[in-house]
C-alpha cells in the first residue's frame, strides 16, 4: 500500500522567513494534494499537482512536484502569523478515487 | 467552490449510546462521499466509502457494525457510531466528490469535522 512520509513533523519560524515541507510518497503519484488544517477543524485545500515537474503558486504558497512523481514539496514565502496550522498532504492511491491517503502531517508555528 | 456542511461539530455522549453524524453537500450532487477519523495530533485515516443506494464500503479494520453509514440521497451521508465506546473519541470529517466532474481546482471538499467525546 501506498504511503507518504511528511517532514519535518514539526516546524517553527519567525514571521517573514521562508520555509518548506516536503512530502515523499513510497509510489508513483497519481495525485497530490496539499492541504491545511487547523486543529479540531476541516481541511482547506490549497493545491494539487497531476503532472511531473509541476509547479503551481497562490498567493505566497508555492508547490511543486518532481519528476519522477515521488516526492512534493510546499514552499511558503515570507510567513505570516496566518500561515500556522498543519499541513498535510494527501494522495489519490488508486487514482481519481477520492479515497485519499495522508501524510502524517507538518504542523507549523509562525512567531510574531 | 463546493461546500461540504457536517453536523454536528462536536458532540458529548454517554458510553452505550449511538450517536449521528451528518455530512451534507450544499451546492452539488455527491455519489461518493468519505469519511475519515483523526486522533489527536495524528493523520486522517479513511474509515469507508459512502455510495449513494448502495452499501458502504469499509477499510480493513473498521467495524461495519459499530460504524453505520447510510447514503440515502445525493446530498446526505451520515455516519452513526453505535454503542459508543470511551476508546470511539475522535474527529470525525467526511469528504464529498461531486458526481460527474471532479475538479483540480478544488480537489476533495472536507467538511469541517465532529469532535466526539464518549464519557
Known amino acids: 500500500s501506498q504511503e507518504l512520509e511528511q517532514s519535518p513533523q514539526s516546524l517553527i519560524v519567525q514571521e517573514g522567513k521562508n520555509l518548506t515541507i516536503n512530502c515523499t510518497s513510497s509510489?508513483?503519484?497519481?495525485?497530490l494534494y496539499w492541504y491545511k488544517q487547523k486543529y479540531g477543524e476541516g481541511l482547506i485545500f490549497l493545491m494539487m499537482l497531476q503532472k511531473g515537474g509541476e509547479e503551481k503558486s497562490h498567493e505566497k504558497i508555492t508547490a511543486k512536484l518532481d519528476e519522477k512523481k515521488q516526492q512534493s514539496s510546499l514552499h511558503i514565502t515570507a510567513s505570516q502569523p496566518s500561515h500556522a496550522g498543519i499541513y498535510l498532504c494527501g494522495a489519490d492511491g488508486s487514482g481519481n478515487t477520492g479515497k485519499l491517503i495522508f501524510g502524517q502531517g507538518t504542523t507549523l508555528q509562525v512567531k510574531p | 467552490g463546493a461546500v461540504v456542511s457536517q453536523h454536528p461539530s462536536w458532540v458529548i455522549c454517554k458510553s452505550g449510546t449511538s450517536v449521528k453524524i451528518e455530512c451534507r453537500s450544499l451546492?452539488?450532487?455527491?455519489?461518493?462521499m468519505f469519511w475519515y477519523r483523526q486522533f489527536p495530533k495524528q493523520s486522517l485515516m479513511l474509515m469507508a466509502t459512502s455510495n449513494e443506494g448502495s452499501k458502504a464500503t469499509y477499510e480493513q479494520g473498521v467495524e461495519k457494525d459499530k460504524f453505520l453509514i447510510n447514503h440515502a440521497s445525493l446530498t446526505l451521508s451520515t455516519l452513526t457510531v453505535t454503542s459508543a465506546h470511551p476508546e470511539d473519541s475522535s474527529f470525525y470529517i467526511c469528504s464529498a466528490r461531486e458526481t460527474g466532474g471532479w475538479s483540480a481546482s478544488y480537489g476533495y471538499t472536507f467538511g469541517s469535522g465532529t469532535r466526539l467525546t464518549v464519557v
Open positions: 451546492d452539488f450532487q455527491a455519489t461518493t
Open positions: 509510489k508513483t503519484l497519481y495525485g
